[in-house]
């Protein structure tokens, strides 16, 4: 298990529940600490670059992995992305690793904006140039006189292999796609229920397998908040997390489609949203996130290693509250390590 952050940018708090939160979370037996690339939206706002925010949580961590979820590879010069990651790597004395996305907003090519139409191809070229550069190989690339010159980067990463995922929004290419490159898989529950996501998950372990003789990597990002009984986490999460879903609305456009056939989600009046919303919200309470007890996370939890997925990345920071969400916290690691001790019993009794 482990923390993701995504808030609005509307929290008064800074970035205080990030840095609380990562050392929480590595000092309870969490596995990574996830933050993503936002640009020009108060949704995910707060998280302009993952490298500086995983700098930060680098230099006050010890043992929990420090991840980007995601890189939005078509925006940046793979070189840069390679130097960046290796100054986090070295921080973190090696426990550096990105989540790759071809990006998904328009506007957000205003920063490059001839890789928009082929973003695609550029993720798979910018992927093989990262790894290439990790390992200490050096590149050709044309200089400011035109000429060619190669380069390689500084510092030295401390890892061989820089951990890789890709970061899929349910697509079932995107899942064949890092089998066969050989890397994880970033993906949630919108647009896709968990017995969809099975599926794709079988025929990804099946492509990795085939092609690298490994199982690879699942993680999937939930909506989470643990609490000492249900009543109490309904009524905490219950606006946050319907304000939530409203500063997102792009993101759940596609669900309007489906729900309100005929009309155009960018038309929507306030009734259709506030349908939407409530929609949405009653769908993630109760099958898409990790909602209420520990007795009813564990369930959730179960199901989830039924299909093999290898890590839940939990995200967090939608209530505004810090002090409500680094309380929870607490139950979410009581949650943790009651799974983890469910596995075990399990594991011995089969051996």
């Known amino acids: 298990m482990s923390l993701f952050y995504f808030a609005d940018d509307a929290a008064e708090d800074g970035y205080r529940l990030l840095l609380?939160?990562?050392?929480?979370?590595?000092?309870?037996?969490?596995?990574?600490?996830?933050?993503?690339?936002?640009?020009?939206?108060?949704f995910g706002g707060r998280y302009p670059n993952p490298s500086l925010t995983g700098a930060a949580v680098a230099a006050t961590t010890r043992n929990v992995a420090v991840r980007a979820g995601s890189v939005v590879a078509p925006l940046h010069n793979p070189v840069r992305v390679a130097e960046e990651w290796s100054v986090v790597d070295n921080l973190s004395g090696g426990r550096a690793g990105v989540s790759l996305a071809p990006?998904?907003?328009?506007?957000?090519?205003?920063?490059?904006?001839?890789?928009?139409?082929?973003?695609?191809?550029?993720?798979?070229?910018?992927?093989?140039?990262?790894?290439?550069?990790w390992r200490g190989e050096s590149i050709e690339l044309p200089d400011g006189n035109g000429d060619l010159s190669s380069v390689r980067i500084h510092p030295r990463p401390v890892q061989p292999e820089l951990?890789?995922?890709?970061?899929?929004?349910?697509s079932a290419g995107t899942f064949k796609q890092a089998g066969e490159l050989g890397t994880g898989v970033l993906t949630?529950?919108?647009?896709?229920?968990?017995?969809?996501?099975?599926?794709?998950?079988?025929?990804?372990?099946?492509?990795?397998?085939?092609?690298?003789?490994?199982?690879?990597?699942?993680?999937?990002?939930?909506?989470?908040?643990?609490g000492p009984d249900s009543d109490t986490v309904l009524e905490v999460v219950r606006e946050p997390f319907r304000a939530y879903l409203r500063s997102s609305i792009g993101l759940i456009t596609q669900a309007a489609r489906?729900?309100?056939?005929?009309?155009?989600?960018?038309?929507?009046?306030?009734?259709?949203?506030d349908f939407l919303v409530d929609h949405s919200f009653d769908r993630y309470y109760r099958t898409g996130g990790l909602f209420g007890t520990v007795d009813e996370g564990l369930k959730v939890l179960e199901r989830l290693t039924e299909i093999e997925v290898d890590e839940v990345a939990c995200l967090i920071d939608f209530v505004p509250d810090a002090d409500a969400v680094l309380t929870g916290l607490h139950h979410l690691a009581e949650l943790r390590e009651a799974h983890t001790s469910r596995q075990r019993t399990l594991a011995t009794a089969r051996t």
């Open 20 to 42: 609380e939160g990562a050392r929480f979370a590595d000092t309870h037996g969490f596995t990574a600490v996830w933050t993503p690339e936002r640009h020009f939206h108060a």
């Open 103 to 133: 990006g998904w907003h328009v506007v957000d090519f205003t920063l490059c904006p001839e890789n928009y139409q082929s973003r695609r191809e550029v993720l798979t070229e910018s992927l093989h140039t990262i790894r290439k550069l």
């Open 163 to 170: 951990p890789i995922w890709l970061t899929s929004s349910g």
């Open 188 to 226: 949630h529950l919108l647009g896709q229920s968990l017995d969809e996501l099975a599926g794709k998950i079988a025929d990804y372990r099946a492509n990795h397998e085939r092609c690298h003789g490994t199982r690879g990597h699942v993680v999937l990002m939930l909506h989470t908040f643990i």
């Open 258 to 273: 489906e729900l309100l056939p005929g009309i155009d989600p960018d038309t929507l009046d306030p009734e259709d949203i």
